[in-house]
């Protein structure tokens, strides 16, 4: 007899037709746990879909993607959540791959993610490189910034260490293809560690908002259908200081980090916007744009901007 939480989700149909087949992994034999990770890929099939669904107007089919999203959401935490993780068979599978994409997908409850990444993203590395950059941004997106660069590092280090190569392997530490497009790591570091990604469509409208851990500066340009978006930042336990060139007709939003510190003075372009805790006059261009536990934040739009912030 099938299970409640199981029909309501999606079915696992493989071998059920000449076309239907796993979209998994390969990484080590015998660890990929293919059916959650079907699961986790609809569901993220279903929130892309509502979203382009919003973006056309066609707010019956969002409703219906909604709702889906909302019947299967506990269904898969009832079918798979073993105390710990997620897996399909407990005692066989404990699987990095299904567990980062349940987090990337947002099927994952948020309130597993720490265990999440502690019994399963940091101990067990059974992905290749397909694979690998989903268990280091569900780690970032867990907040575990440093954890996901350990597991980074340890993963490409060998591959790194290789002077004689200049592109990646298929596989790890390696085998297959030397020359493969395997790179998703970057992603993890331009998204999560520089904290620098688009908020609106075509980069209309960007973010910057860092979670640098050990890392004190970064230089990135990012080419947009906007134009270039041009950084450099430093942050030290005293100073924040952002050099910003962002193109015609977009706008920015510039986090300055504040968690575990307290912000003295905040200047743009030369001119004094924050004291103590008190917004000042702002400047042409730029807003004050609140602030959360992480991040005191300015909207500034497209133009030369040189942000210094001093730390108590």
């Not at 669904?53 to 959401?73: I, N, Q, S």
């Not at 020359?179 to 688009?198: R, T």
């Amino acid at each position: 007899m099938i299970s409640n939480a199981r029909k309501r989700i999606a079915e696992y149909r493989k071998r059920k037709s000449p076309d239907s087949w796993d979209w998994v992994d390969w990484g080590v034999k015998n660890t990929a746990d293919k059916e959650p990770i079907q699961m986790a890929f609809y569901y993220l099939a279903l929130n892309k879909a509502k979203e382009m669904a919003h973006v056309l107007g066609e707010e019956t089919h969002a409703k219906w993607y909604e709702k889906r999203m909302k019947t299967m959401k506990p269904a898969f935490e009832k079918a798979y959540w073993k105390d710990g993780f997620y897996s399909s068979n407990a005692a066989k599978l404990k699987d990095d791959r299904a567990n980062a994409i349940a987090i990337v997908s947002g099927i994952a409850n948020s309130k597993f993610h720490n265990q999440i990444v502690d019994n399963v993203l940091i101990p067990n590395h059974y992905s290749s490189p397909h694979f690998e950059w989903l268990a280091e941004e569900a780690m970032c997106i867990a907040g575990r910034y440093k954890a996901s660069l350990a597991r980074m590092k340890e993963q490409y280090q060998s591959q790194v260490d290789k002077k004689s190569m200049s592109t990646l392997y298929e596989m790890f530490p390696k085998g297959g293809s030397y020359n493969h497009a395997w790179n998703g790591s970057n992603k993890i570091l331009s998204k999560y560690i520089a904290g620098v990604e688009p908020t609106k469509v075509g980069w209309s409208e960007f973010q910057i908002l860092p979670n640098l851990v050990h890392f004190k500066q970064f230089k990135k340009v990012i080419p947009t259908v906007k134009g270039n978006v041009t950084i450099d930042l430093e942050v030290t336990a005293k100073q924040y200081v952002l050099e910003l060139e962002s193109p015609e007709n977009s706008t920015a939003i510039i986090g300055i980090p504040k968690q575990d510190r307290e912000i003295k003075e905040v200047f743009v372009n030369g001119k004094l916007v924050r004291r103590k805790g008190k917004n000042k006059k702002s400047l042409k261009g730029l807003t004050h744009d609140g602030e959360n536990e992480k991040f005191l934040k300015f909207k500034v739009q497209s133009g030369i901007w040189e942000v210094n912030a001093t730390y108590n």
